[in-house]
């Protein structure tokens, strides 16, 4: 895996953006995986930048996100549609015909999880797939668990991860107990996965992800046996692994 270093989150938002951007203009029909959350907030806005300015034509990129929340509608405003719409695809050139999330309303969960995976197949994987991190190492809706799962499948989120985003509902009542999520093999089949974190809350999963052994119990932990994953973070969420492991430069492969 190969470690990037961020000052801030504005640094991660830059150098996340930079390198979605080359795969766009590398690749203009490219098809790239996304992530909600708060952490691709100042790629996103670095992404629009980018757009706006004409250095990047999303024209003819397809978009297929991790997750979305079960019971809600693309309407509401903390389903993860919502926020892509909101925070991104309404603000650059892409296709909203060709962008993706699951449907959470879906009356056939189980056939709405094989639909995607078989958008996920058709399109042969994602040429770049973004993520997030949960405090629990999980990434998409991907909780630890005994196994990993493979396919799209509907999840039971933990209590620590609705507690966690409960900050955007409500109160806690109102987050959602579900989530279909794309599975491992969604994101592992992807030719490239950044990995973006901030914060000191997210250091400790970044250290099992990065340092400890793969295991299910910290999912984030399956991305050591992808070819080609790179970890944009900032200096707070690294701080374990700069402790660990000595590193006091930018870049480092672990
Ligand atoms: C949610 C999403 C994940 C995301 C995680 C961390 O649970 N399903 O994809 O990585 O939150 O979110 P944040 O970036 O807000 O810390």
């Not at 991660?12 to 766009?24: C, D, E, P, S």
């Not at 990129?61 to 405003?77: A, C, Q, R």
């Not at 040429?127 to 809706?141: A, K, P, S, T, Y």
Request: charged residues 20%; glycine residues 8%; aromatic residues 6%.
């Amino acid at each position: 895996m190969r470690i990037i270093a961020a000052v801030d989150s504005k640094d991660v938002g830059r150098k996340t953006a930079n390198r979605i951007a080359a795969q766009v203009i590398v690749k203009p029909d490219s098809v790239l995986g996304l992530a909600t959350g708060s952490s691709p907030l100042t790629t996103y806005a670095q992404l629009i930048e980018g757009c706006e300015s004409g250095d990047v034509d999303y024209s003819r990129v397809s978009t297929i996100n991790l997750d979305e929340y079960v019971g809600l509608s693309g309407e509401h405003d903390q389903s993860y549609r919502y926020f892509m719409n909101h925070n991104l695809f309404d603000h650059i050139n892409v296709d909203k015909s060709r962008t993706n999330v699951p449907n959470g309303l879906a009356a056939d969960s189980a056939a709405e999880c094989a639909r995607y995976d078989a958008l996920i197949a058709a399109a042969g994987g994602t040429d770049l797939q973004l993520l997030g991190i949960g405090n629990n190492g999980h990434i998409g809706f991907n909780e630890p668990d005994e196994t990993f799962t493979a396919a799209t499948h509907v999840v039971e989120l933990t209590e620590g991860t609705r507690q966690a985003n409960a900050r955007f509902f409500t109160s806690i009542d109102a987050v959602p107990t579900h989530a279909i999520t794309m599975g491992m093999r969604g994101i592992m089949t992807s030719k490239c996965i950044v990995l973006i974190a901030m914060g000191v809350g997210k250091s400790q999963a970044l250290y099992d992800s990065i340092l400890g052994p793969v295991t299910p119990l910290i999912p984030a932990s399956i991305l050591q046996l992808h070819p080609n994953c790179t970890i944009i973070a900032d200096e707070a969420a690294l701080s374990l692994i700069r402790e660990e492991t000595g590193w006091t430069g930018e870049t480092i492969e672990l």
